[in-house]
């Protein structure tokens, strides 16, 4: 069982940057890639980036590829998006995702996090 934690979130202007984050906890929680989904209002839940705690691997899905990173404290089991340069159509809801051994694009996680609001007015 892993169990996520969110922080951050809230409302930033366009143009702006925040940083979420994501404290994972767990008996094997080091085996696990953790990352980040976002569900925008009437669209699907979208894969944004993931990292494994433990050795390289990091992805960043093209759309917000060189405005978002994805990053991880191994010492607090903790990843961090930063994301920076937001506009309005980066408003959603973000989950902090967890799965065994990697996560990617097109993957289905094992575990969510209760999800954040991120607003960016237009």
């Known amino acids: 069982q892993v169990q996520l934690v969110e922080s951050g979130g809230g409302l930033v202007q366009a143009g702006g940057s925040m940083r979420l984050s994501c404290a994972a906890s767990g008996r094997t929680v080091s085996n696990y890639a953790l990352g980040w989904f976002r569900q925008a209002p009437g669209r699907e839940r979208e894969f944004v980036a993931a990292?494994?705690?433990?050795?390289?691997?990091?992805y960043v899905t093209d759309s917000v590829k060189g405005r978002f990173f994805i990053d991880k404290d191994n010492a607090k089991n903790t990843v961090y998006l930063q994301m920076n340069s937001l506009k309005p159509e980066d408003t959603a809801v973000y989950y902090c995702?967890?799965?065994?051994?990697?996560?990617?694009?097109?993957?289905?996680?094992?575990?969510w996090g209760q999800g954040t609001q991120v607003t960016v007015p237009s």
């Open positions: 990292v494994k705690l433990i050795g390289p691997g990091t």
């Open positions: 995702a967890a799965k065994l051994f990697t996560l990617q694009l097109g993957d289905e996680p094992n575990y």
